[in-house]
T-cell receptor, first 112, second 113 residues
Framework: KQEVTQIPAALSVPEGENLVLNCSFT??????LQWFRQDPGKGLTSLLL?????REQTSGRLNASLDKSSGRSTLYIAASQPGDSATYLC???????????FGKGTKLSVKP | DAGVIQSPRHEVTEMGQEVTLRCKPI?????LFWYRQTMMRGLELLIY????????DSGMPEDRFSAKMPNASFSTLKIQPSEPRDSAVYFC???????????FGSGTRLTVV
């Protein structure tokens, strides 16, 4: 059974710092991997989607990498801002018709 | 496109009452998913549909939960009778199969007292 783990569970950094959030999954046979952001009391906003054949995706200050063989993905946030404070969730999709399996998230706090 | 639309945003009900949550997926999306989020268990898949057909309902906790998708633009999740342990945020998401990621609705916060 696929399991997705995110470490750390919580992270607090000063504004301007570059940071890395980690995601690991137990079964490397994934279809794609998606990073989401969730603000308190809100829904999930998709940040980046990486297909299984890709190594990384970039959007603005965000860069996500995928290493299927080792079952890992990282989300890199450059020059963090207080507005980046949120919970970041990693999810893997098993198969083209499969569902997303989520990690429990990393709660990020960026202090001004 | 208005995105995935869920209603109601908040629902407070008494134990034993029937609760119906609604979802309108993004037009053209052919997969629809219902998730439940709690502090203890995180996000859990309840059921998903492809082309209006239920594919996997193994996440539905018990017979009190049922979901329908009568057409491509509407789905319901019903809990009857509701219990306090059903209190959670329920999310609906939709996607195009194969290539694209999921788009989530804003969720319905259910409180059963």
């Amino acid at each position: 059974k696929q399991e997705v783990t995110q470490i750390p569970a919580a992270l607090s950094v000063p504004e301007g710092e570059n940071l890395v959030l980690n995601c690991s999954f137990t079964d490397s046979a994934i279809y794609n991997l998606q990073w989401f952001r969730q603000d308190p009391g809100k829904g999930l906003t998709s940040l980046l989607l990486i297909q299984s054949s890709q190594r990384e995706q970039t959007s603005g200050r965000l860069n996500a990498s995928l290493d299927k063989s080792s079952g890992r993905s990282t989300l890199y946030i450059a020059a963090s801002q207080p507005g980046d404070s949120a919970t970041y969730l990693c999810a893997v999709r098993e198969g083209s018709q499969g569902n997303l399996i989520f990690g429990k998230g990393t709660k990020l706090s960026v202090k001004p | 496109d208005a995105g995935v639309i869920q209603s109601p945003r908040h629902e407070v009900t008494e134990m034993g009452q029937e609760v119906t949550l609604r979802c309108k997926p993004i037009s053209g999306h052919n997969s629809l998913f219902w998730y439940r989020q709690t502090m203890m268990r995180g996000l859990e898949l309840l059921i998903y549909f492809n082309n209006n057909v239920p594919i996997d309902d193994s996440g539905m906790p018990e017979d009190r939960f049922s979901a329908k998708m009568p057409n491509a633009s509407f789905s319901t999740l019903k809990i009857q009778p509701s219990e306090p342990r059903d209190s959670a945020v329920y999310f609906c998401a939709s996607s195009l199969m194969q290539l694209y990621g999921y788009t989530f609705g804003s969720g319905t916060r259910l409180t059963v007292v």
